[in-house]
């Protein structure tokens, strides 16, 4: 008996249990506008796996949101990416695919781009892998310039700022930190302090949503968010993020992420967090620091406006 070929217009993949309400919510955008939809789970994996390799199953555009955290996922993303890549007109289409990933993820390699493309980034050292080079050529003039305390970050290790040291104070720290991830470079960061309008800290996080930009307050000490009204952006002339959002946008290549920017008290405006690729959906309605619920309406009304501009293409 031959299995009938099932088609699907998108395929979500998640596994973080708080994912669960924007992946729903994003099924039923997409299927109030016609699209029909798959989600792919860790109760599923195997058999959507098994049933896209055989070609009984397939879709025309994958949302990964699991494969940082997981390694099956991964290996079904890397299949889907690397068949993309061959034939785009005939495999999905991936949202961030995984090359532009793995190139955003790096944060040395984004510091330094910024640099070059006039981005102000925090005064940062990197340094070798541990597993490379045991000693850190680290002089107390060099590691006076951060100031105290600084920042300690791997430079690919993400998600939950895992592997990052907040409160750093000596090179003891450097050494036992970077052990952690012994095969990944490390940023010594100096500690960025925002400014504050109106007496609210001048942090922001900003998200860049298949070509729109959403502005977010964002407190760096309790991690609530709080949209930028239109008010707010023209009056503390915030539209300056855009213009910096739109440039990381073009480095990094991605259809959806999250940069961290922050005004400083010498009027810089400072990329603190480069590019955040797998960005946090929570509801502020469930969550207290989660996202606005206005904001990932937005993000998933963009994403619907994303497919079908790209339909309409084809």
Not at 2 to 8: D, G, L, P
Not at 122 to 138: A, F, K, M
Not at 193 to 208: C, D, I, K, Q, S
Request: net charge negative; glycine share 4%.
């Amino acid at each position: 008996m031959v299995s009938q070929h099932q088609v699907y217009d998108i395929a979500i993949a998640w596994s973080w249990e708080y994912d669960e309400p924007f992946v729903q919510r994003l099924r039923d955008v997409a299927t109030q506008n016609s699209y029909t939809v798959i989600e792919i789970h860790p109760r599923n994996l195997d058999e959507i796996r098994t049933r896209y390799i055989h070609r009984e199953l397939s879709f025309r555009y994958f949302f990964d949101r699991a494969s940082d955290e997981n390694d099956a996922f991964y290996s079904f993303a890397k299949l889907v990416d690397d068949e993309w890549k061959n034939n785009s007109l005939t495999y999905p289409r991936p949202i961030n695919p995984l090359d532009y990933i793995r190139h955003a993820s790096d944060k040395a390699t984004m510091h330094l781009e910024f640099i070059t493309h006039g981005i102000h980034v925090p005064y940062t050292i990197i340094i070798s892998p541990y597993d490379t080079h045991r000693e850190v050529g680290l002089s107390i003039t060099e590691l006076a310039k951060l100031g105290r305390p600084f920042i300690i970050k791997p430079a690919n290790t993400t998600g939950g700022g895992l592997g990052v040291v907040m409160g750093a104070e000596t090179l003891a720290d450097v050494l036992e930190a970077r052990k952690t991830h012994g095969s990944d470079k490390y940023l010594l960061q100096e500690t960025i302090v925002p400014t504050l309008l109106n007496g609210e800290r001048a942090w922001f996080r900003v998200f860049y949503a298949f070509g729109d930009i959403l502005l977010c307050w964002w407190n760096d000490q309790t991690h609530v968010y709080r949209a930028v009204t239109q008010e707010e952006e023209q009056h503390y002339n915030l539209g300056q993020l855009r213009t910096i959002t739109h440039t990381i946008a073009s480095l990094c290549k991605l259809d959806f992420f999250s940069t961290e920017l922050a005004f400083t008290t010498d009027a810089r405006v400072v990329s603190v967090d480069y590019v955040n690729e797998m960005c946090d959906m929570r509801f502020q309605s469930q969550h207290p620091d989660g996202v606005p619920d206005e904001v990932i309406e937005k993000i998933i009304s963009n994403f619907i406006r994303f497919v079908q501009s790209i339909d309409a293409r084809l």
